[in-house]
């Protein structure tokens, strides 16, 4: 079962910013580091956010990552359409032997 | 162009045994960790287990441990996870990761295969 906490949806129209949030506890995000993964309908997981806030070679700048103590959170700004997707955040967590944890995932639904 | 291909998915019945494989190509296969993480029909992801780059650290997650096994092969760029006493929650489709590191600790992954459907039923 995930222990990070992930609103089940999202929404927004094209142009806004929308915002998700992850929740964790001091084992997991509070010291490692959070990643982002987009799954698009149909697709396997992509890797968007690693190391919090740093962006893989060829994902938009629309999308920024940041932390703050036990939570961290996922913006994406000029919300477009094939932006509709799940998104997971993850991070170990070091109470589990070393177990790497995932959020329970966001759906993000374009207006 | 970097690419993991798992097969070995299919339909078991509970408490039998099924071994998934993941061929890897475009990319140096013994410098990197690997991983398996799983999605159940419908829900979320959950990270299954991982290797590193010479199988000297090994992790699994809670709910596979003592009944999943996973392994590599570098001369043949090829990952496995042994699966045996399988459970109707096992049920999912399993993904191949690439590690960004060659230890499992603190990696993550930028390349994910497309997955094997395991169906646990009787």
């Known amino acids: 079962q995930s222990v990070l906490t992930q609103p089940p949806s999202a929404s927004g129209t094209p142009g806004q910013r929308v915002t998700i949030s992850c929740s964790g506890s001091?084992?997991?995000?509070?010291?490692?580091?959070v990643y982002w993964y987009q799954q698009l309908p149909g697709t396997a997981p992509k890797l968007l956010i690693y190391?919090?806030?740093q962006r893989p070679s060829g994902v938009p700048d629309r999308f920024s990552g940041s932390k703050s103590g036990t939570s961290a959170s996922l913006a994406i700004s000029g919300l477009r359409s094939e932006d509709e997707a799940d998104y997971y955040c993850?991070?170990?967590?070091?109470?589990?032997?070393?177990?790497?944890?995932f959020g329970t995932g966001t759906k993000v639904t374009v207006l | 162009e970097m690419q993991l291909v798992e097969s070995g998915g299919g339909l078991v019945q509970p408490g039998r045994s099924l071994r998934l494989s993941c061929a890897a190509s475009g990319f140096t296969f013994d410098d990197y960790a690997m991983h398996w993480v799983r999605q159940a029909p419908g829900k979320g992801l959950e990270w299954v287990s991982g290797?590193?780059?010479?199988?000297?650290?090994?992790g699994y997650a809670d709910s596979v441990k003592g009944r999943f096994t996973i392994s590599r092969d570098n001369a043949k760029n090829s990952l496995y996870l042994q699966m045996n006493s399988l459970r109707a929650e096992d049920t999912a489709l399993y993904y191949c990761?690439?590690?960004?590191?060659?230890?499992?600790?603190?990696?993550?992954?930028?390349?994910w295969g497309q997955g094997t459907l395991v169906t646990v039923s009787s």
């Open positions: 290797i590193s780059w010479n199988s000297g650290n090994i």
């Open positions: 190391r919090n806030n």
């Open positions: 990761a690439k590690g960004i590191t060659g230890t499992i600790v603190d990696d993550y992954f930028d390349y």
């Open positions: 993850a991070a170990w967590d070091d109470s589990l032997s070393g177990l790497y944890v």
């Open positions: 001091s084992s997991n995000i509070g010291s490692n580091y």
